[in-house]
């Protein structure tokens, strides 16, 4: 039971996702920062404010944040499949240029 309880606590934590999900939040931060960005400096401007531009872009970072850290399983939607390791591969009968793979 504690086993168990403490593999679900890993996988929880560890936060694995795959390519096209690495892909996805890369593009998500950048809109979202650059959105985020373009408001902040507009509106301090169009304000002339120092502290609205501050405080939009820190909310900006702080939802960027939020959206792309956590491992949401939308982000493990294709995981790859890698070959097997050097030993379990031992006797598989791969062959390169006509001699076997040991």
Do not use: H
């Given at each position: 039971m504690?086993?168990?309880?403490?593999?679900?606590?890993?996988?929880?934590?560890?936060?694995?996702?795959?390519?096209?999900?690495?892909?996805?939040?890369?593009?998500?931060?950048?809109?979202?920062?650059?959105?985020?960005?373009?408001?902040?400096?507009?509106?301090?401007?169009?304000?002339?404010?120092?502290?609205?531009?501050?405080?939009?872009?820190?909310?900006?970072?702080?939802?960027?944040?939020l959206?792309?850290?956590?491992?949401?399983?939308?982000?493990?939607?294709?995981?790859?499949?890698?070959?097997?390791?050097?030993?379990?591969?031992?006797?598989?009968?791969?062959?390169?240029?006509?001699?076997?793979?040991?």
């Open positions: 504690a086993d168990e309880l403490l593999q679900q606590a890993q996988d929880l934590l560890e936060g694995q996702i795959d390519f096209e999900g690495q892909k996805t939040t890369e593009l998500i931060s950048t809109l979202v920062l650059a959105i985020s960005g373009l408001l902040a400096v507009t509106s301090g401007f169009i304000q002339q404010n120092i502290y609205v531009t501050l405080w939009l872009g820190l909310g900006g970072a702080a939802i960027a944040f959206v792309v850290v956590p491992p949401f399983p939308f982000y493990n939607q294709s995981p790859e499949n890698w070959l097997p390791s050097g030993t379990a591969m031992a006797g598989s009968g791969i062959e390169i240029d006509g001699r076997k793979i040991n």
